[in-house]
């Protein structure tokens, strides 16, 4: 049953008001609603309640019990056409509901085990979880104000909006602002509350909280209100927008399908994404969880006081908000730092996407199970696409462009057209084109020549974008290019300009140029696409050491490495000593950002090296992408000898830890040392590390370290010993052991690691963190013979029957199978078909295989 974009039509009743009362049980929870209905003029009169996984006890309207028709996910029934009062009772059963949709416990039970006696409910409703709770029109255009009553003998109760009435057993919740059923939330628990609070911009005082399980998770909530608070502040200097209730508040959870989720006044986070310690979290940890804080603090305006529509509009609010928190880190810490990473994050995951059976439009105009599309491409290059307009109408009519859009839209549920149309009545400009962003699926590639003549130097780009799903042909797109051009000597001549692309081919001129310039294109990385130029490695090197736009400085020494790796891969070559001089001189560098100089050096990935072979048309061969890797990483680090260990040591931090971007970037770059040093010294240096580390970056940088090496056995074992009573930590354990495992016995570590006594598959975080590892380990899950898609596939074939999302999600390591050779395609697609043909697999998973299976 797919769903189409061009089918929406309006629910034929608006809803008033909804009163919820919920008598909290484990197995046999009762849910009693209370909703006013009004039909619409212009509607059919057909009343459609979604429900699912719920047993109905009773229903009445207007106070007269009706006898509803059941039908295919929910009920029908007959109701007037004037104004009247819906009532129902279910009963639902959150202990047992192992798919973390809709109402559930957590901790989850053992396999056949009584709940845990400390469990507390907590709920999930996006996309389409609300109608496991109750019956209810479950689509984001229905909006109302909810009164929600919970009876329960745990000591907190948690919902949306402002705390009305508590008393022993119960409390009374109001939210007044109008919201889709999936921004409901309840949460009830023994749980303790870090508390906070803010003075917002109008003078209004907020109470906030961090609620986390009694123990050591207590100390661990610091950082959180402390990011939130920031996020607050930001939001209004910013944007101007500013909190809009009593109270909000944040619950960890430990079984959660993803980061985190943005309730209306009460946020509920997978316990990864909020709970920090330096002891317990790393650097990288500390900078996610302010960012996902910041994202869901943010999607307050930008997505729950204008909402979506209906799904296909779901990069309305996720876009946006994914641009804004990077926005916000960019601002809290350091922009370069935070545009590279994202761009790297980008290459790995949406451009894999992309280019593969899988890649769908920013804005899908068809969907089988909407939970398939919370994508990177949805996210993140929807956060891209904002950006190329922010770019092109400038700063100022962005900033003019959102107040109308939050002025205009303030409690709409809205499409992309609602938000293009702002832009277009601020600037007065024709988005018509830029909308194919939104419409057509592939990544862009775009080739640059250029020449020189008398004084005028001309750049010629060409765009065109591959075929993708269901797409056979593309238009041109609008694409903004961001160029400064330097001279020989490394002087910027001309600084930044943004040339607008709007032709399939297409020039752009820069006259009154003494001598031939370089070009620093695609600056700031300025529109998603691929660029291929025409270049050399001497440009390449040149750009390294001269460019003023640090991503593009970062970007040349990127192409260089990856030029010089394909190189070695496709025609054996040798590490290439122009790039390994250029790496030193960006090591040496001490007027360099360390955390730049960290990034700089990093290899590209494993998977980057494969797409960019598969793009030239070179069937990538991924034991000999890992040979080349290490090949070149040990001859850079017998030629960096003299200089690491005085880098190493110049990177030690003083002082109490601080989680910030100046001294994480020291640790990132002491702990890329600490890696080339290993490769050198045996690992001495990282023994004495993982000795005397009195936070995790450094002790699972050292980890790392002696794992890549195949050492750190010993170290595996104190950690484990050390860290058993956190499953936080524990899931790191699992994690870097199969992710830094040799390939040839990653997926034997892994399947032994399914096997230890805290493995818990149902938990989404230990699953990820085992398999997801593997599939991280490019070479691993690669390597011959199929073991680690065959350990894959078992575990998603066991997994689906229990949560299908997660199971749905984790299909996604095979998308890429087309790319390699026979051998490898052979082994994946009988692991697809394997799962494909299990009985009653879910519909989650039948739509993914599907479509990497290709039709
Ligand atoms: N809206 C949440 C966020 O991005 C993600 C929740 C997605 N949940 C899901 N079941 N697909 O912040
Ligand atoms: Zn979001």
């Known amino acids: 049953q797919t769903i189409y974009l061009r089918d929406y039509t309006p629910f034929g009743f608006e809803v008033e008001e909804v009163a919820l009362t919920f008598r909290l049980s484990p197995t046999a929870t009762r849910v009693l609603s209370q909703i006013r209905f009004r039909p619409r003029l212009d509607g059919d009169g057909r009343f459609f309640l979604h429900g699912e996984d719920m047993t109905l006890i009773s229903a009445a309207i207007d106070g007269t019990p009706v006898t509803p028709r059941m039908v295919d996910g929910g009920l029908e029934a007959d109701v007037p056409t004037e104004p009247f009062l819906w009532e129902s009772e279910v009963e639902i059963s959150p202990a047992t509901n192992t798919a973390l949709e809709g109402l559930y416990m957590s901790p989850l039970a053992r396999d056949g085990a009584a709940p845990d006696p400390g469990a507390m409910y907590c709920t999930q409703c996006e996309a389409e979880g609300f109608r496991k709770i109750t019956y209810y029109p479950d689509r984001p255009d229905v909006m109302s104000v909810f009164t929600v009553r919970i009876e329960g003998d745990m000591p907190v109760l948690l919902s949306n909006g402002n705390p009305v009435e508590q008393g022993d057993g119960y409390a009374v919740w109001h939210d007044p602002w109008p919201k889709p059923a999936y921004l409901f939330a309840l949460v009830a628990g023994d749980l303790r509350a870090h508390s906070g609070s803010l003075t917002t911009m109008s003078g209004k005082s907020v109470d906030l909280n961090i609620w986390v399980r009694p123990g050591p998770d207590e100390d661990k909530c610091a950082f959180g209100m402390e990011a939130l608070k920031r996020s607050m502040k930001w939001d209004e200097e910013i944007y101007g927008r ?59 305006w930008t997505g729950n006081r204008i909402t979506c529509r209906d799904w296909f509009q779901l990069c309305l609010k996720e876009g946006l908000t994914v641009f804004r928190d990077s926005q916000f880190t960019a601002d809290l810490r350091s922009a370069p730092v935070k545009r590279i990473t994202d761009v790297i994050d980008l290459r790995a995951r949406q451009f894999r996407e992309d280019n593969g059976p899988l890649a769908h439009p920013v804005r899908p105009d068809s969907f089988v199970e909407i939970n398939n599309f919370y994508t990177a491409t949805v996210y993140e290059k929807g956060a891209e696409l904002i950006r190329m307009l922010k770019t092109l109408v400038g700063d100022e009519a962005y900033a003019k462009a959102l107040d109308l859009y939050f002025m205009r839209h303030d409690g709409d549920a809205a499409t992309i057209e609602d938000w293009l149309r702002v832009f277009e009545d601020v600037t007065g400009r024709d988005l018509t084109q830029f909308k194919r962003w939104y419409e057509q699926a592939g990544t862009p590639r775009l080739e640059v020549t250029d020449e020189f003549n008398d004084g005028t130097y001309t750049l010629h780009f060409k765009q065109q ?102 190189r070695m891969v496709s025609q054996g070559a040798a590490p290439d000593q122009a790039y390994l001089d250029a790496a030193l001189a960006v090591l040496r560098d001490d007027g360099l950002d360390p955390a730049f100089r960290a990034l700089a050096l990093a290899l590209p990935s494993q998977e980057d090296i494969g797409q960019t072979l598969h793009d030239a048309g070179i069937v990538p061969d991924p034991m000999a992408i890992y040979d080349a890797r290490e090949t070149l990483a040990q001859s850079f680090a017998e030629q960096a000898a003299d200089t690491l260990p005085r880098i190493y040591a110049g990177m030690a931090v003083d002082g109490p830890y601080r989680p910030d971007a100046e001294d994480a970037g020291k640790r990132d770059l002491g702990n890329t040392a600490l890696r080339l040093l290993s490769r050198l010294d045996g690992g001495k240096t990282a023994t004495t590390q993982y000795a005397n ?121 095979f998308e890429t199978w087309r790319r390699y050779d026979a051998d490898r395609q052979a082994l994946i697609k009988a692991e697809l078909e394997r799962i494909r043909a299990t009985p009653n697999l879910s519909r989650d998973v039948t739509e993914m295989v599907s479509r990497i299976l290709g039709g």
């Open 242 to 300: 500013e909190y809009d209730l009593d109270v909000f508040n944040i619950v960890a959870v430990d079984d959660f399908n993803m980061g985190a989720m943005e309730n209306k006044g009460l946020n509920i986070f997978n316990s990864s994404c909020v709970l920090a310690s330096p002891e317990t979290s790393t650097d990288a940890n500390f900078e996610r969880i302010e960012a996902i804080i910041a994202h869901e603090y943010f999607h307050n």
């Open 693 to 813: 580390a009195d936070n995790m970056t450094q002790q699972l940088g050292a980890l790392g370290a002696l794992l890549s090496i195949e050492k750190g056995e010993d170290q595996l074992a104190a950690f484990e010993a050390q860290w058993d009573q956190d499953r936080l930590v524990m899931d790191k354990w699992f994690g870097m052991q199969v992710a830094h495992a040799h390939s040839a016995r990653a997926a034997e570590i892994a399947d032994a690691l399914t096997r230890h006594p805290a493995f818990e598959y149902r938990n989404p975080n230990r699953f990820r963190a085992t398999l997801g590892a593997l599939a991280g380990n490019t070479a691993g899950f690669h390597a011959p013979g199929g073991r680690g898609y065959r350990l894959l596939a078992d575990w998603l074939i066991k997994l689906d029957p229990l949560n299908p999302q997660t199971t749905a999600r984790m299909t996604t390591p």
């Open 465 to 566: 974008t591959p075929p993708t799903p269901g797409q056979e042909t593309k238009d041109p797109r609008v694409i903004p290019i961001a160029v400064g051009l330097l001279n020989p000597n490394g002087d910027e001549i001309v600084p930044t300009r943004i040339l607008e692309m709007t032709e399939a081919e297409q020039s752009f001129s820069f006259d009154g140029l003494a001598s031939r310039p370089v070009a620093s294109i695609l600056r700031d990385f300025s529109a998603p696409v691929i660029l291929h130029r025409e270049t050399d490695n001497a440009e390449r090197a040149f750009l390294l050491a001269h460019d003023t736009d640090p991503f593009n400085k970062w970007e040349a020494g990127r192409a260089l490495a990856k030029d010089v790796l394909c």
